[in-house]
């Protein structure tokens, strides 16, 4: 089982993190040259933090742009609160679609917010009538365009662990 990794993270942790948020291909050795370790602990830390979750993985980021995913949209969606079964499958079903990169259940306005790429209106059109309006439960959809990318997901903050 898991322990809580955020009680014992201490420098060199916070540093291993801030190091593979800016280049996650980073080989061991220049990654413990980075942080003030030799490889053989910092693997283990590296190891230790993966098998704890607080390193769930690594990828590559693309720009959407470049292959042809010029719409962002933000998606509020309001659903039906009469059955749980049904905002489950709900839920089940936003995160099998490709185009919805992160969702949110949330307070306010809408039940969930829905970050979507698509390659342009028309296709956004596609998806909204095809794809989101036929989600089980919903029962109003909003939809704001980004206009322009003004930050995008950047690293995590980690100021509050220990420096």
């Known amino acids: 089982m898991p322990r809580n990794p955020k009680a014992s993270l201490d420098a060199y942790d916070r540093r291993i993190l801030a190091a593979l948020q800016r280049d996650g291909r980073l080989s061991n050795v220049d990654l413990a040259d ?28 693309l720009d959407p742009d470049a292959i042809g995913l010029g719409l962002t949209v933000f998606v509020g969606i309001k659903v039906e609160r009469h059955h749980e079964e049904e905002a489950e499958r709900f839920r089940q079903a936003v995160s099998a679609l490709p185009e919805v990169l992160s969702a949110y259940l949330v307070s306010g306005e809408s039940d969930f917010l829905l970050h979507v790429v698509v390659q342009d209106l028309r296709d956004y059109e596609r998806f909204l009538t095809e794809v989101l309006l036929k989600l089980p439960g919903v029962r109003d959809i909003r939809s704001n365009f980004a206009i322009q990318t003004v930050k995008a997901q950047g690293p995590l903050p980690l100021g509050h662990l220990p420096a």
């Not at 190891?47 to 590559?60: F, H, N, P, R």
């Open 34 to 61: 980075r942080i003030g370790l030799s490889a053989s602990p910092c693997l283990r830390r590296v190891k230790m933090l993966e098998d704890t979750g607080v390193i769930s993985g690594y990828q590559a980021t």
